[in-house]
Each structure stands twice: as C-alpha cells, then as structure tokens.
C-alpha cells in the first residue's frame, strides 16, 4: 500500500546521480542540439526537469492524488509515473531545505536496516526524524496527504535602502517551507527558507544589492502556476 516509499526513493537517487555525473545533459540528449529541435523550448530544459513536468501533467489533466493514496486505488498514470515523480520531487526538495547530508544518511539506514523485511512511512519518518536537524513534519503531514495544487505568490513589495518588505501569499494553506530569493538580476543575493506560512505573511530581509525578490526561484517546488 506504500509503494511510494520505494519509489520515490529509487527516482530520486536517480536525479541525484544525473545532477552529479550530467548536470548538463538536456532531456532530448545529444539530440537536443540537433537543427530543428534546438530551438524549441522543451529541447534545451535539463533533464532533471522532466521529473516535476511529469506530475505536474496529471494536476493539470486533473488526476492528481496524494502520494500516501494506497497504490491499487491510484490511477494507472500515477501508479507508474505521476506519484513516483511527485514524490521524488518531494525528496528532492526536503534534501534542499535541510541543507545537509541527513536525508542521505537516512535513506542509506533505512535500506540497509529493511531490505530483508517489510516496512512502511513510519519507518521511514522515524530515521529521518532521528537524523535531521529541522522540523520535517510537514513533509509526512502535508506533503504526502494531499492533491492541493502548490502555489506562492509575492505582492506589497518595499524597499529600503537597508531592507525588503514583501507579502508572501500562500494560495494552497499549507505549511510547507518555501524558499524566498533576492536577486541581483538573475544573480542569487540572498536565499531564506520560509517555514510555517499557512495564511499570508508579511517578511523582511537585508536588501544588500538586491532589486528583485523572487519565491521558488530554483523551481525546487513543483508549482502549478510557477511565477
């Protein structure tokens, strides 16, 4: 019934080896510099990307379902594609907010403390738990329960010559971490994870060189109205 535990595990370690070994290589391959598939968009995107573009295609076909849904009450797509993906993306985002090397070290115990025996999320959530230095709940609580569709948004932008005031929206009232950016054009300034925002909530940072406050700048969330 937890299939997604294994999964998303298995898809995740997947994307870590291709950003360390081919962080360059695009989704059509050495086919994506071919004359004639070059110039479309979805040709130079990294390969890594295809992972949130194949969830966030069953959000918008509307067959979204939480990842914790049991697998034999899935949809067909989900099952093989949607929530493997979303989940691992899901990881992918934990590891960034953590900061360090405790999703890793507790996806190599749970492994090797369970590969002879059935298990299950709480397993899971118990090592993890053991193992981070941050509140992780709202992966396991929010996270993995819902279809919500993800969405920030950023408004009442001011400026100081020392600091930034800005609104940040949550549209999905949920109380998973965002990470809030000030750019200098397309330069990070300043990167802050934002944690449980679950209504509106005004946020002031040091301006230093910044001119551009940006949320989910990376696209570490699968947005689905990314901005």
């Not at 099952?79 to 070290?105: F, M, R, T, W």
């Not at 001011?158 to 397309?186: E, Q």
Request: glycine share 4%; proline share 4%.
């Amino acid at each position: 019934k937890e299939a997604w535990i294994k999964q998303s595990i298995m898809v995740y370690l997947m994307m870590e080896y291709q950003q360390l070994y081919y962080p360059d290589l695009k989704i059509g391959g050495e086919l994506s510099e071919f004359w004639g598939l070059r110039n479309f968009n979805v040709a130079q995107l990294k390969f890594n990307d295809a992972y949130p573009l194949l969830y966030l295609n069953s959000a918008r076909l509307n067959l979204d379902e939480a990842i914790n849904t049991p697998a034999d009450q899935l949809v067909k797509y989900n099952q093989q594609l949607g929530i493997p993906h979303k989940a691992a993306v899901g990881l992918n985002l934990l590891n960034d907010y953590l900061g360090d090397d405790s999703l890793e070290k507790s996806i190599r115990e749970f492994y090797s403390e369970n590969k002879y025996t059935r298990t299950n999320a709480a397993v899971f959530r118990k090592t993890l738990d053991k193992n981070a230095l941050k509140d992780i709940n709202w992966f396991f609580e929010d996270y993995i329960t819902t279809h919500k569709r993800l969405d920030w948004k950023i408004n009442q932008v001011k400026k100081t010559a020392d600091s930034v005031f800005f609104r940040v929206r949550n549209k999905s009232k949920l109380k998973i971490p965002v990470p809030v950016y000030l750019l200098d054009k397309d330069r990070i300034i300043t990167k802050q994870w934002i944690e449980g925002i679950k209504e509106d909530s005004v946020i002031s940072l040091p301006r230093k060189r910044a001119n551009r406050v940006a949320v989910n700048y990376e696209e570490l969330i699968a947005e689905f109205n990314p901005r």
